[in-house]
Structure formats: structure tokens, C-alpha cells
């Protein structure tokens, strides 16, 4: 098994990005609870018929769909470590606990917050959004909110248009509802619009409601666009709101002496939600909520009980654990596989490889301009480019580009997305992958254009 897929990621750029499953594929994964066991080398045998060549393709250098880290055969061999410890991290006295404590320092202090800070490994930045929400609701109605409930307060939580679907998710999810989120307009720039914001603060107090959260946006899903941090974190202060910053994968480029500037501001945040997943390149999954002061997880997430009673001595000790500082009890060795990348890679590295990722995406842009077929939909301030086959006549472009797409993909060519940037439909590419060089950027429009002329000549 790990021969084989160390040879599967050796040679992944010769392989399609994406294969679509054949019908019959498909079928087999409806057939019923065996009742009786098989041999493991028949099952493995079924792993490399019907699950290897139809993967998502994130660890392909052409995949650019989304925001997916590639993953690394590092992180590969640190989670076959950590299924052999089959280690709980929800507590107790053990060195696992060390390891994530260890990483979420190493976060912090990259990110710049105080010795004060803590936090926890999560899923993705959907759980560390929801976990920040929760937080401020507490900061904002009191430690007996624990027990009550929200009452008749009507909170009200702010973020640019720009922010990602986890936002209103976690106010619905923290029974705010999800209406409770005022999307700020942005302007040409794609970041949020400042005196929106002081504006839409001013008129929920004049109407009744209590505001207690801002948003602030480094690396927006569409565009890759930054919020002025600063600014927001000035208004959080005067208005007395939490400032949550939601860097799922932007957060990342506090690494990059060259990028780290767009995150200028980040420092000042009560938490941020980010992924090592993305651009740190880590197997899925391994997102990550810091707070600037741990006893505000301590504060809302811990709860007594006699069957976990921390002791100063045995195995019961080395509280507060970390099912003190989230909602999870029972939880995976997450943190092996970063303890291992930080350490290998070192900062620098992961650094490296997210200027990689926005050299790619300038190149990309460059190309888009140079041909008259295409054109960009929005700017590029990181490693998202928006763009547009416009060769067809207008009413049909947006059926067009998502055929170009669609094509693409089910070719095994290239794997973009596609978004509505300014009413037209998209096609995206995000570059996160480190294996993602300029000639993958090159194929992607090569693969565009022969897809759009087919498309536009059999249409004609």
C-alpha cells in the first residue's frame, strides 16, 4: 500500500487531474453490509480499481478548482504514524497533547499574538468560524448565556460581502440565525467598504439590536481579496466587538516576508480561523482556531464532569485539555502531521510555497491578457485568477464558460471551479498546490481555448 501510493504521487502529472466514475464504479458502492470477511489484498485490490483513479485530484499540479492543499508524502507517512498510535486528543497526560500544544504555539507566534493566546485543531475553518461565533457570544451576553441561552438579545455580526458560506453558517448554527450577519458592500477592490460598515453598525443600535462580531477577511474565496485589518480591528475596539479574522487559506501568508504585509492587522484579532491545509499543504484535515486569550475557549467550552475530573497527578492530569477549549471530546492526532511539516519545511518553506502559488497565478493573468479570446473578471492580489472565454455571442457566454469547464474536467485536462464575478459566470483558478508550476498555467488556457473553439464550431 504505501509503495504503491508513494508511485501514485511520483508520477500524478502524467495521470488525468479528474476522472469522472463509470456507472458501473458507481453501482458497486451500493452493495450491501457483507456479512461475511474478505481478504484484505482483495479489498485492496478493489482500493486501486474503484477509489484511486477517481479521486478529487487536489495533488495533481493542473487541479486549481477550489481552494485544496496538494498534501505531501510527509504528511502521508506522520498520519500512518499517528492511526498506529490511535491517540485521543480530547485529554488526558500524553505527549500527542505536547505535540498539538507545541504547533498551536508555533501558530501564534508566527501570526504574532501573545503568550496569552491559545487554541485548538479542527476539521476546517467551518468548525473555527463556528467556534469563534461562540466565543463572542459569550464575550458578548455573559457567562450565565451558557446556561440561559441568547434570551431576547438580538446580536448582529458583520463581514464583507466577500466572506465565505461558514460565516452565516456558524451565526445559524450558534442560534442566531443566519440573517444575523450584515454583509458589507466592497468596492472595486473587492475589500469590505469601511463606512458601510461604521453605517450598518450605527443603525442596529439605532434599531434596537446588539452588535458583537466583525468579520474580518484575509483571502476572500472568490478573489483572494484582503480586508484593511487595521481599520477593522480600530472599529472593533471603538464599537466593542469581537474582531474575528476568517484567513482560511490567506492567513498563511504571514509566512511570506512578501506577502505578509496583506495581513498586516491580523495580529490584533481576538481569533482567527485558518488551514494547514491549503497553502501549509498538510493531508485533509487540519484546520486551525486561534484566540488571543485562551481563557475565552476555557471560558465557553469547559464543562464539569466526574468522569473527566482532572487530577495534579497520573494520567488525569495536564489540564485544561483541549475538550476544555472546543466541542469536540473525542479527537484524531491532527497535529503529528504538522509537527513534522513545520519542523521539515521550516516557515521559510511554506512561505516559498505560497509566493510560488501567486507567481502562477500573475503568469496566468498575463496570458489571460494577452489573448483576445479571454479576459479577467476581477483583479489578482494573490493566487485567484477570474477570467472568461468572451469569444460567442454575449447571451450565451456564462452556458459557454461552464461548458468549457465541465469539458475540461471530464477530459482529465484541468480541474478549475467557476464563481459569478459581476453577474458572469467565472472560470477560477486558485493555485494552492505546491507542485502547480507556470506550465500548468500555460496548459490551463491552451486547454480553454481548444475547448472553446470545439464548443463554439459545433454550436455553429
Known amino acids: 500500500m504505501l509503495d504503491d501510493m508513494v508511485d501514485h504521487l511520483q508520477g500524478r502529472r502524467q495521470q488525468p487531474v479528474w476522472q469522472p466514475l463509470p456507472p ?31 479521486s478529487t485530484g487536489n495533488t495533481h499540479p493542473r487541479f486549481m478548482g477550489w481552494v485544496h492543499g496538494g498534501g505531501t508524502p510527509l504528511g502521508m507517512l506522520a498520519e500512518m504514524l499517528a492511526g498506529g498510535l490511535n491517540a485521543n486528543l480530547g485529554g488526558r497526560d500524553h505527549a500527542p497533547i505536547e505535540a ?22 479542527v ?40 466572506v465565505h458560506r461558514c460565516a452565516p453558517d456558524a451565526l445559524d448554527m450558534a442560534g442566531l440565525g443566519s440573517d444575523a450577519l450584515r454583509r458589507i458592500p466592497v468596492g472595486p477592490d473587492f475589500r469590505m467598504d469601511l463606512a458601510a460598515l461604521r ?7 439605532a434599531a434596537g439590536f446588539l452588535p458583537f462580531l466583525v468579520v474580518g477577511t484575509a483571502g476572500s474565496v472568490d478573489v483572494g481579496a484582503f480586508d484593511d485589518l487595521h481599520a477593522i480591528a480600530d472599529i472593533a475596539e471603538t464599537e466593542d466587538l469581537w474582531f474575528h479574522v476568517d484567513g482560511a487559506f490567506g492567513a498563511l501568508a504571514a509566512l511570506s516576508p512578501k506577502l505578509s504585509p496583506k495581513v498586516a492587522g491580523m495580529e490584533r484579532a481576538r481569533s482567527i480561523a485558518f488551514d494547514f491545509h491549503k497553502w501549509a499543504q498538510a493531508p485533509y ?30 494520567l488525569s492530569g495536564n489540564a485544561p485539555w483541549p ?109 494552492v498546490n505546491h507542485r502547480s508550476r507556470t506550465e500548468d498555467a500555460d496548459a490551463l488556457i491552451d486547454a480553454v481555448l481548444a475547448t472553446a473553439r470545439a464548443a463554439v464550431s459545433q454550436a455553429v
Not at 453501482?27 to 486501486?48: C, I, M, S
Open 199 to 205: 453605517a450598518a453598525i450605527a443603525a442596529d443600535r
Open 123 to 162: 476539521t476546517g475553518s467551518s468548525m473555527a468560524n463556528f467556534i469563534a461565533v461562540l466565543m463572542a457570544r459569550r464575550a458578548a451576553l455573559g457567562q450565565d448565556s451558557r446556561k440561559t441561552g441568547i434570551g431576547n438579545a438580538q446580536l448582529t455580526a458583520y463581514a464583507s460581502g466577500g
Open 323 to 431: 475538550a476544555d477549549l472546543g466541542p469536540d471530546l473525542s479527537r484524531g492526532f491532527r497535529a503529528l502531521k504538522l509537527w513534522f511539516a513545520l519542523q521539515v519545511f521550516g516557515a521559510d518553506r511554506l512561505g516559498a510555497v505560497a509566493e510560488q502559488s501567486c507567481a502562477v497565478a500573475r503568469h496566468l493573468a498575463g496570458r489571460i491578457e494577452s489573448e483576445p479570446e479571454l479576459e479577467l473578471l476581477a483583479p489578482v492580489p494573490l493566487n485567484i485568477v477570474c477570467f472568461r472565454y468572451r469569444a460567442a455571442a454575449a447571451e450565451t457566454l456564462d452556458a459557454l464558460n461552464a461548458q468549457i469547464v465541465a469539458d475540461m474536467q471530464e477530459a482529465g485536462l484541468a480541474a478549475p471551479s467557476t464563481t459569478v464575478i459581476g453577474g458572469h459566470l467565472a472560470i477560477r483558478a486558485a493555485f
Open 24 to 54: 458501473d464504479v458507481r453501482d458497486g458502492f451500493r452493495q450491501p453490509l457483507p456479512v461475511t470477511g474478505a481478504a484484505a489484498e482483495d479489498v485492496y485490490a478493489r482500493f486501486r480499481e474503484t477509489i484511486l483513479p477517481y
Open 100 to 121: 498539538e500544544r507545541q504547533v498551536i504555539r508555533w501558530a501564534n507566534s508566527a501570526f504574532g499574538l501573545p503568550e496569552t493566546a491559545g487554541g485548538l485543531l
Open 285 to 314: 484535515d487540519a484546520g486551525c482556531i486561534l484566540v488571543r486569550d485562551q481563557a475565552d475557549q476555557i471560558a465557553t467550552f469547559a464543562s464539569p464532569a466526574a468522569y473527566l475530573t482532572a487530577t495534579a497527578r497520573g
